[in-house]
């Protein structure tokens, strides 16, 4: 079965350097969910889309931005990056919300040098 | 606001012998209880999810958990544990109607042969 997809695996930047992460859900899901997990840490939610408008919004910092495109594959752009920055980001998909399970993707491990 | 905690930051446990690791959780409004599993460098799985009905969950490689509304807990059980089951878990909550899963510190499972 079709699995989430997130783009690049990895990624290395200096600091202050812009980013960009891609997510492609799985077929149908309509809801996309990003998630970034520190080292050690757990996974804390950023912000989430339905149907292409932001559900959601968690600890995102104002550096960053998200969107859903019409295709639903979703794009997460990090600017100004800083060391703190580092980490493995999740994306996650869902057929609605309220409940349904999320399917997360592998990641997308960010270090910033 | 939600919030999940797991009791145990480390689980040494033996293979063949059971294993539970706990999961209590505060909010103010119903929500939704889920286990994932992460196997190292890789992503989220889902393991069982509670939304409601019976409080005895059932869900892959031979996990359950007990939903306890009094208690306000969700403990992950498994009566005989594998080399293979050796992983991070984490616990997490979502309100009902709500999207973002809120997620515990995690719990290493370490078995040892």
């Known amino acids: 079965a079709a699995g989430v997809i997130q783009s690049p695996r990895h990624l290395i930047k200096e600091k202050r350097e812009t980013a960009t992460l891609k997510c492609y859900p799985i077929p149908r899901h309509d809801t996309v969910y990003w998630y970034q997990q520190g080292p050690g840490q757990d996974p804390q939610f950023l912000i989430s889309?339905?149907?292409?408008?932001?559900?959601d919004k968690g600890s995102i910092p104002d550096r960053f931005s998200a969107q859903q495109f019409s295709d639903y594959h979703s794009e997460l752009n990090m600017s100004s990056l800083e060391l703190g920055d580092s980490a493995l980001y999740f994306c996650?998909?869902?057929?609605?919300?309220?409940?349904?399970?999320?399917?997360f993707g592998p990641g997308t491990r960010l270090l910033v040098l | 606001a939600q919030s999940v905690t797991q009791l145990d930051s480390q689980v040494p446990v033996f293979e063949e012998a059971p294993v539970e690791l706990r999961c209590n959780y505060s909010s103010s409004v119903s929500v939704y209880l889920f286990w994932y599993v992460q196997y190292p460098n890789q992503g989220l799985q889902l393991l069982l999810k509670?939304?409601?009905?019976?409080?005895l969950v059932k869900g892959i490689n031979g996990f359950e958990a007990e939903f306890n509304k009094s208690q306000t807990s969700f403990h992950l059980r498994k009566p005989s544990v594998h080399i293979s089951d050796t992983a991070e878990y984490f616990c997490a909550v979502s309100a009902a109607g709500r999207r973002a899963l809120t997620f515990g510190s995690g719990t290493r499972l370490q078995v040892q042969p």
């Open positions: 509670y939304l409601s009905g019976s409080t």
């Open positions: 996650a998909s869902s057929l609605g919300g309220g409940g349904e399970t999320q399917y």
């Open positions: 889309f339905y149907e292409k408008m932001q559900s």
